[in-house]
């Protein structure tokens, strides 16, 4: 069994007594900003003290890695990204997306304690526990109680190691019923070639949420959609085309056009330029075919400009 102080002590050097010290203030030590959500509203980021952050990672590298991730889970995971998200989807005829509410603030202690109780892998004293309760939770959540953070190293781990009994009965459902699924972080994503059939997957869903011990989850129904191939379809920012390929969208496209239009002509801050950059790699990610014909239409130089790259090295 694991006694988290003596183990994270003799790894760092230091004497457990100085590193309990500062693991006892750690759910105080939070740096709380907001950002402005695009459907309005805001987003409150809470980020951990430098040195708090360092033993999140420590303790992530010692203990946390060996709980399981579910398949499903695409989000924080090395080697994918929104686009292997979008093309487990890309060839079904109906999509269904469902949202949750304040996903990580949803995330309790008592959920990683629950996840870590159900494997045999990792075995830890209560004493270490609590530890860890006060080391990964934020206690400034206007929800009351320690709560994940956003803005911990450690969060996106814990949200997919949490949600891992949750993704396998999602899985297990959809899998009898030929549907596939993906969750990408708050995002879940389900797609069929069946009519009727994401409906009554919707309804399990809200069901399973209201009814599984761990965690307590909530579906936003204003994001809930439910959209077939001739609607616009959209995963996680990926557009999926009629024919099952996936694209950036027209509107997107027609914004970029007129960005790079306008950095020709030196109109563009640092910033904006900047986040052209942004949209320009999100391009040769998802749709690099445009990519390549705004290299033809603008000159191969001047994305390579806005992209920041040196003028030999070719665009993929």
């Given at each position: 069994?694991?006694?988290?102080?003596?183990?994270?002590?003799?790894?760092?050097?230091?004497?457990?007594?100085?590193?309990?010290?500062?693991?006892?203030?750690?759910?105080?030590?939070?740096?709380?900003?907001?950002?402005?959500?695009?459907?309005?509203?805001?987003?409150v980021i809470a980020q951990p003290a430098k040195e708090i952050k360092f033993l999140q990672r420590v303790a992530l590298r010692l203990f946390l890695h060996k709980l399981p991730v579910h398949s499903a889970a695409m989000?924080?995971?090395?080697?994918?990204?929104?686009?292997?998200?979008?093309?487990?989807?890309?060839?079904?005829?109906?999509?269904?997306?469902?949202?949750?509410?304040?996903?990580?603030?949803?995330?309790?202690?008592?959920?990683?304690?629950?996840?870590?109780?159900?494997?045999?892998a990792i075995t830890i004293d209560e004493a270490s526990l609590i530890h860890l309760d006060r080391l990964l939770f934020w206690a400034g959540h206007e929800a009351g109680g320690l709560r994940l953070s956003i803005g911990?190293?450690?969060?996106?781990?814990?949200?997919?190691?949490?949600?891992?009994?949750?993704?396998?009965?999602?899985?297990?459902?959809?899998?009898?019923?030929?549907?596939?699924?993906?969750?990408?972080?708050?995002?879940?994503?389900?797609?069929?070639?069946?009519?009727?059939v994401l409906n009554r997957i919707a309804a399990y869903v809200r069901e399973t949420c209201a009814t599984i011990d761990w965690p307590r989850l909530h579906i936003n129904a204003k994001k809930t959609v439910n959209v077939?191939?001739?609607?616009?379809?959209?995963?996680?920012?990926?557009?999926?085309?009629?024919?099952?390929?996936?694209?950036?969208?027209?509107?997107?496209?027609?914004?970029?056009?007129?960005?790079?239009?306008?950095?020709?002509?030196?109109?563009?801050?640092?910033?904006?330029?900047?986040?052209?950059?942004?949209?320009?790699?999100?391009?040769?990610?998802?749709?690099?075919?445009?990519?390549?014909?705004?290299?033809?239409?603008?000159?191969?130089?001047?994305?390579?400009?806005?992209?920041?790259?040196?003028?030999?090295?070719?665009?993929?």
């Open positions: 069994m694991i006694n988290v102080l003596e183990y994270m002590s003799s790894e760092l050097g230091m004497t457990p007594a100085f590193l309990e010290s500062i693991i006892r203030s750690a759910p105080n030590r939070y740096k709380v900003f907001e950002i402005p959500k695009r459907t309005g509203g805001v987003r989000a924080y995971q090395n080697g994918l990204s929104i686009r292997d998200n979008a093309f487990k989807h890309k060839s079904s005829s109906y999509i269904l997306k469902m949202d949750f509410k304040d996903f990580f603030p949803s995330i309790t202690p008592a959920d990683l304690r629950r996840s870590i109780a159900c494997q045999s911990a190293p450690t969060s996106p781990f814990i949200s997919n190691a949490v949600m891992f009994n949750f993704d396998s009965v999602i899985e297990d459902l959809c899998r009898r019923h030929n549907v596939t699924y993906s969750r990408y972080a708050d995002d879940l994503t389900f797609s069929t070639s069946e009519d009727e077939s191939k001739k609607h616009r379809r959209v995963v996680t920012g990926v557009v999926i085309t009629p024919e099952g390929s996936l694209s950036i969208g027209h509107t997107r496209k027609r914004q970029i056009r007129a960005r790079v239009h306008a950095f020709l002509k030196g109109a563009l801050s640092e910033e904006q330029t900047e986040k052209l950059r942004g949209e320009l790699a999100f391009c040769n990610a998802i749709e690099p075919d445009f990519l390549r014909r705004l290299s033809i239409k603008y000159g191969e130089q001047t994305i390579l400009n806005i992209m920041g790259r040196p003028a030999r090295k070719p665009l993929r």
